[in-house]
C-alpha cells in the first residue's frame, strides 16, 4: 500500500520481479477511479493492495483464476486470453498512442529495447498514418540530407 500515491496517481515498484530494477509506473483516471473504490472496500489491515489468505500478497494463480471468472463472466471465456496479454494490449495501445518506444521500455521495466519490441506492436492505421506524415514531410522537402 505504501508503494501507491493516488494523489499523484503512481505506483513505485521498488523491485522487479525478473530483473530487480525499480521503476514507476503510471496510473490513468480509470485505474485509479477503479482502485480508489476498491480502497474503500478492502481490509485495511493489509499491507498489500491485493491480497490472499493472511496477510499474503495475492499470488498469481489467484489472481489467474479471478481473472478467467470475470472473462467467462463477460461472455469472453472462450478467448486466449490471460493476465499477462494484460500487459501487452497496454505497451500495445500506448504506443499507437504516440508514446516513444524507449518511454515504454523504462515504463514496462525492460533492459532492452527488442523485448519492448515484442510486447508492442503497431496497428495497420497506425503505420498507415506514419507513412503519409513522413511522407507529406519529404513531398515538402523538409528532410535534409545526403544519402550517399
Not at 516513444?100 to 515504463?107: E, N, T, V
Request: net charge positive; with cysteine; glycine share 8%.
Amino acid at each position: 500500500m505504501r508503494d501507491v500515491d493516488l494523489k499523484e496517481r503512481k505506483v513505485h515498484l521498488m523491485e522487479g520481479e525478473k530483473n530487480n530494477m525499480g521503476r514507476v509506473v503510471y496510473l490513468s483516471d480509470d485505474a485509479a477511479f477503479t482502485l480508489k473504490r476498491w480502497f474503500k472496500w478492502r481490509d485495511p489491515e493489509k499491507v498489500f493492495i491485493f491480497y490472499g489468505k493472511g496477510d499474503a500478497p495475492m499470488c498469481y494463480s489467484t489472481a489467474r483464476c479471478r481473472f478467467k471468472k470475470y472473462l467467462n463472466e463477460a461472455g469472453l471465456g472462450h478467448r486466449s486470453y490471460t493476465v499477462h496479454s494484460l500487459r501487452h494490449t497496454m505497451a500495445s495501445q500506448l504506443l499507437n498512442a504516440g508514446m516513444p518506444l524507449d518511454g515504454l521500455r523504462q515504463l514496462l521495466g525492460h533492459q532492452d529495447v527488442e523485448i519492448t519490441r515484442r510486447y508492442a506492436r503497431l496497428t495497420d492505421k497506425t503505420r498507415e498514418e506514419e507513412y503519409f506524415r513522413a511522407m507529406a514531410k519529404i513531398e515538402k522537402g523538409e528532410i535534409d540530407g545526403d544519402y550517399r
